[in-house]
Nanobody, 124 residues
Framework: VQLVESGGGLVQAGGSRRLSCAAS????????MGWYRQAPWKQRELVAV???????????DSVKCRFTISTILRDNAKNTMYLQMNSLKPEDTAVYYC???????????????WGQGTLVTVSS
């Protein structure tokens, strides 16, 4: 599975931004997808996760009621995941990473895959 994020950039505090993560791959079945972020001098942290079908979501307390995770399931490993971020705060500034938990259909092995990250900067 390959993950490619897009949508990062500079936004003013109180504004909105939508991140996208496009998954591709022909031999994998994605179980879960999620967004993580890493601010300067801090550890990577979970932002939100979603099940492959979109039926189950979970959010970090710091983003609840402001961020919404969603996914469009096309086939096995070709999901597109979004993170709609509203009421952004300067402390949301970070590199946002797309993550997927997937099963290799050939070997039945579980894999964890990361995107390259996209920077979101929120100015005060």
């Amino acid at each position: 599975v390959q993950l490619v994020e897009s949508g990062g950039g500079l936004v003013q505090a109180g504004g909105s931004r939508r991140l996208s993560c496009a998954a591709s791959g022909s031999r994998f079945s994605i179980n879960t997808m999620g967004w993580y972020r890493q601010a300067p001098w801090k550890q990577r942290e979970l932002v939100a996760v979603i099940s492959s079908g979109g039926g189950s979501t979970n959010y970090a307390d710091s983003v609840k009621c402001r961020f919404t995770i969603s996914t469009i399931l096309r086939d096995n490993a070709k999901n597109t995941m979004y993170l709609q971020m509203n009421s952004l705060k300067p402390e949301d500034t970070a590199v946002y990473y797309c993550n997927a938990g997937a099963v290799d259909l050939g070997s039945a092995k579980y894999l964890e895959v990361w995107g390259q990250g996209t920077l979101v900067t929120v100015s005060s």
